[in-house]
């Protein structure tokens, strides 16, 4: 009988790390997760509810390199998912040296971990599209050549993970990959995120359990995916033939705009009646518009979105009316 395929996965109760243990579960894999300690646990494991039985979960921080590399000894993982990090950019700018401590110094411990302990494992480093900032190709669209110049500390600190990443993949031969991901969301994105927030505001709103939406710059657009389908995208980068980096987006762009007028209307109701713009919502420098090109994921690897923008919040949508219904 063969082995199974063991993945280690920080920041496992997120977002991104509660769909990522699903799928590798359902390719039968031995599912291992990182917890950051936290004094109200109750809510802690609330994504992975699912499958909480099914996945082995153990306190960690990436901050922490003894908790790491105990956790490799024990689990001899044979990938790992380095998706845990203090991950709200406009949050990175309140707390700039815990959100570089929690993504560099993170990403460091795990690739030194590996370096001096298990060389065979493979590394997938959740990359961002925020690395590239404002720098956009002559034809609208940022990809895998496209200068990264990133206006936030967020980006800045992945960028920084994206860069060390190549550094040790080239100078110890490591299968070290980065997922350049584009925005990518789901009815578990946390509600400070300008997706999720608008949805559940909106739905609040149809309830009449509120009646304003406060946001900031409307004009901002994004490439938005769904996070089931991103995920998807980090497994098979991390099974592919050669250590590579890779762009995962859709190729479309909304504004923040397109996104409320979206969820508002499907809700019928005219956004126009509660929208109010509130400064402290705004970036100290703005980015303002991404958009992916994913043909090299797509044409490599087979990867392809199933959701559109319009499917992704439909689900959103659906499942906040379920929640408060």
């Not at 762009?247 to 969820?263: E, F, N, P």
Request: net charge neutral; hydrophobic share 35%; charged share 25%.
């Amino acid at each position: 009988m063969k082995n199974k395929k063991r993945a280690l996965i920080t920041g496992i109760n997120g977002q991104d790390g509660s769909y990522l243990a699903e799928y590798l579960l359902s390719k039968d894999y031995e599912v291992f997760g990182t917890l950051k300690r936290n004094s109200v646990v109750e809510n802690q494991t609330s994504r992975l509810n699912n499958i909480f039985e099914n996945v082995n979960l153990e306190y960690a921080d990436l901050t922490d390199m003894s908790s790491l590399t105990r956790l490799i000894k024990q689990v001899k993982p044979t990938e790992i998912y380095n998706l845990g990090a203090q991950s709200h950019v406009k949050i990175s700018f309140d707390q700039p040296i815990y959100t570089t401590n929690t993504i560099v110094f993170g990403t460091l411990n795990l690739l030194e971990s590996i370096r001096l302990f298990d060389t065979n494992i493979r590394l997938y480093q959740a990359s961002s599209s925020e690395m590239f900032g404002n720098s956009i190709d002559g034809d609208g669209f940022q990809r895998e050549s496209t200068p990264m110049y990133p206006v936030s500390p967020y980006g800045c600190a992945k960028l920084f993970g994206y860069n060390i990443i190549r550094n040790y993949r080239h100078s110890y031969k490591l299968f070290l990959s980065n997922g350049i991901l584009f925005n990518h969301e789901s009815p578990r994105r946390g509600l400070n995120f300008v997706t999720n927030k608008v949805v559940n505001e909106a739905v609040k709103i149809k309830l009449n359990l509120s009646n304003v939406l406060e946001l900031g710059n409307l004009q901002a657009t994004r490439d938005w995916g769904h996070a089931k389908d991103y995920v998807e995208a980090m497994h098979l980068i991390l099974n592919h033939d050669k250590p590579d980096d890779f762009v995962c987006a859709t190729g479309v762009s909304h504004s923040v705009q397109d996104l409320v007028d979206y969820t508002f209307n499907k809700l019928d109701m005219d956004p126009k009646s509660y929208i109010k713009i509130n400064k402290k919502y705004l970036r100290p420098e703005e980015l303002s518009h991404l958009k992916g090109d994913s043909t090299k994921i797509r044409s490599e690897l087979g990867w392809k979105p199933n959701y559109t923008f319009e499917t992704m919040l439909d689900d959103m949508i659906e499942a906040r009316l379920k929640l408060y219904k």
